[in-house]
């Protein structure tokens, strides 16, 4: 994390602002819990007319409730991981390379620690990818977060309603929380509907604000299903193509090969493996179960770019967080 970050979220302001955004897990926590009581008391237990249909009802809520929230839970509280410290430029090499008089000084500086690291990916210009506020090189597939204030391992995107990255720890999580969820929607719509057809007729049994409970859980179980059922698939189909959020806007640029989309693609199974793993008994289960460290990941032409996994690249230049880094940036820089 840059300093700048780190004294920001010391300020009252990043105080502030670090409190503000947990309200939409709070939100979302808000809703979960309403729809419980809403399931639960007011169409099981008041309104059922069948005890046992009720028991059953209830038997299925609870368990795609409990692996809903597992994975929710999951993938707000996993760390978005620490890159380690030989991917970190000293503080006196950093001022070096803004001290030096050429783009040539300043490349020379950064592949005395890049040529050592299994990096693959490159910037528009052909550059190893480095971050000025962490002052690290970018493993591959690694961006800086803003919103984090740090680089991230294999960055999906940062999403607000987890409060948290998608990143190479929690991506499994963050896909079942969303099947889950819409697991969950459709369950309580399927289980409600018969009860919103008997509202609308004027026959449901429940009275008073029960009746608007059911209403709207059937209303808010569809709405939210729909606008998951989209984001849910879209994130299937990254898994099995391999990509990233942040790859399908912009491909990754590899050494060899150029800016390409498919360079992490491996097949469909072996991409889905390298996120949920390779033992069935773990891929629906909010637990780690990914290949890899998030650092080094396996390529389609791993064999014709052995040599800049070994570390041995041609050329570098030092990069923003943007992963693009105009030629007079250099020269602008220097007091």
């Known amino acids: 994390m840059g300093n700048e970050d780190h004294r920001r979220r010391k300020t009252p302001c990043g105080f502030c602002m670090a409190v503000f955004k947990w309200i939409p897990v709070l939100f979302i926590t808000a809703v979960i819990a309403w729809s419980y009581y809403a399931y639960v008391v007011e ?14 009802m209830l038997l299925f809520y609870h368990l795609f409730l409990t692996l809903f929230m597992w994975s929710y839970w999951r993938t707000i509280m996993t760390s978005v991981g620490r890159i380690p410290d030989q991917w970190r430029i000293p503080d006196e090499e950093v001022s070096r390379l803004f001290r030096a008089d050429s783009p040539d000084t300043q490349k020379r500086i950064l592949n005395n620690f890049a040529r050592d690291l299994p990096v693959t990916n490159r910037t528009m210009n052909g550059s190893v990818r480095f971050c000025e506020k962490c002052k690290i090189i970018k493993p591959d597939r690694a961006h800086h977060c803003s919103v984090c204030s740090c680089c991230v391992l294999k960055m999906d995107h940062h999403c607000p309603w987890v409060n948290n ?24 719509a399927f289980t409600s509907l018969h009860d919103f057809v008997e509202f609308w007729k004027g026959q449901l049994n429940a009275s008073g604000m029960g009746r608007f409970h059911i209403l709207f859980l059937f209303f808010i179980a569809i709405m939210f299903a729909i606008s998951l059922v989209s984001l849910f698939g879209y994130h299937i189909y990254l898994v099995l193509v391999n990509r990233t959020t942040l790859e399908s806007f912009r491909a990754p640029i590899f050494r060899v090969g150029g800016p390409d989309k498919n360079g992490y693609n491996l097949g469909r199974y072996a991409n889905f493996c390298e996120v949920f793993g390779d ?9 780690f179960s990914s290949f890899g460290d998030g650092k ?20 570098t230049r030092i990069e923003l967080e943007e992963d693009y880094l105009p030629e007079p940036r250099f020269q602008d820089s220097i007091p």
């Open 279 to 287: 033992d069935w008994q773990y891929w629906f289960l909010p637990v």
């Open 43 to 56: 169409l099981c237990i008041r309104n059922s007319q069948n005890r046992i249909g009720m028991i059953f």
């Open 165 to 188: 990255c998608v990143n190479f720890y929690n991506y499994k999580y963050f896909v079942l929380f969303l099947g889950y969820a819409l697991v969950y929607c459709l369950y309580v």
């Open 296 to 315: 080094t990941f396996p390529i389609r032409h791993m064999e014709e770019d052995t040599e800049s996994l070994l570390g041995y690249h041609s050329d």
